[in-house]
């Protein structure tokens, strides 16, 4: 992106005009939204160093979520962070004003707020070095159902501005403790172990039924999410520190007992994501992973029931591995 924009008004302008251009597949929207957010980060840190001065100090500033894993459609809300080099009233005061701004400009370029306030303008994910590795060994130390969601939120998280070794030397850390208290694997496995079965005892869907009494099934319960905290999970077990589910798979499938059970599932989550960039052009924000099944071809059907059953094997094959080694 070679334009230079000086408020977000220009950036909403360009965004709005080129988005589309930049939706033929999940790698090309997902560096369009890392450009754009790139854009955002500079006007915010014009705008508070216009108000506050200079930065007082090195930072990081990363993303979560499907932006952490490089897996946003057209839509995409904030999760978001920011890690600071020095602890002191100042640099608070500082970057929780410059979350503020972040979060405030994304919500105006389109990305709305985090409805769990997972954003860098919330001190929870706002912090020095020293007291993001305070609060992370808190967070493992509670083991509630609270504190291991935000493990999960965070292990997803990716650097887009700032020092990448900030966040890179705080995840190792953590993935550190976890192969020397392997309980806590197991742990983090019972926290995402609920998730709704998209199939009755003989095969056929359970309909989420919305408004209108549609009749329809919730990809990112059912599917997407079992598939990514399956992923994660494994990756943790085998210290991959990266982020995107695709590329968690291609690391993990090195290992051939690995391969037998995720070369089918990868095929599976690569046409998800396909799915959900589809979606995004045609739903809106809350029903980005909504199907109308009455739209869905027989062939088409019968690929989603398939996932359904695989997502289920995937993740007995993942409770087996940890409970076994953990």
């Not at 003989?202 to 059912?222: A, H, L």
């Not at 029903?287 to 027989?298: A, E, G």
Request: charged share 25%; hydrophobic share 35%.
């Amino acid at each position: 992106m070679d334009k230079v924009f000086c408020s977000y008004n220009e950036l909403i302008t360009w965004k709005n005009e080129n988005i589309l251009n930049y939706s033929s597949d999940i790698s090309t929207i997902n560096n369009f939204h890392d450009a754009i957010m790139r854009e955002i980060l500079k006007i915010a840190c014009k705008r508070i160093k216009a108000v506050k001065g200079e930065l007082p100090c090195r930072f990081a500033w990363f993303v979560m979520g499907s932006a952490g894993r490089s897996e946003q459609g057209l839509i995409t809300d904030q999760d978001h962070g920011i890690i600071y080099e020095w602890n002191n009233e100042v640099n608070k005061d500082y970057f929780l004003c410059l979350g503020k701004e972040i979060a405030d400009g994304m919500n105006q370029l389109g990305y709305p707020y985090c409805h769990g306030f997972v954003m860098s303008s919330n001190i929870k994910w706002c912090k020095s070095i020293t007291e993001w590795n305070n609060q992370l060994s808190e967070w493992i130390e509670e083991e509630n159902l609270e504190t291991l969601r935000n493990l999960h939120i965070f292990l997803d998280a990716r650097v887009i501005v700032g020092e990448i070794d900030f966040l890179k030397d705080i995840k190792q850390s953590v993935q550190k403790y976890i192969h020397k208290n392997t309980q806590l694997l197991v742990r983090l496995l019972e926290n995402v172990q609920h998730f709704p079965k998209g199939l009755g005892p003989f095969g056929q869907f359970i309909f989420d039924i919305r408004s209108g009494n549609v009749k329809g099934i919730d990809m990112k319960k059912t599917i997407y999410m079992p598939y990514i905290n399956c992923i994660r999970l494994l990756s943790i077990k085998n210290n991959i520190i990266s982020t995107s589910t695709l590329q968690r798979m291609d690391l993990l499938m090195e290992d051939k007992q690995m391969m037998r059970q995720i070369v089918r599932n990868k095929h599976h989550f690569e046409q998800l994501l396909e799915i959900k960039i589809r979606l995004s052009k045609n739903s809106p924000y809350e029903s980005r992973y909504y199907i109308d099944v009455k739209n869905l071809k027989r062939e088409e059907k019968k690929m989603v029931k398939q996932m359904m059953k695989d997502v289920i094997k995937l993740y007995e094959f993942v409770e087996r591995i940890i409970r076994k080694r953990g």
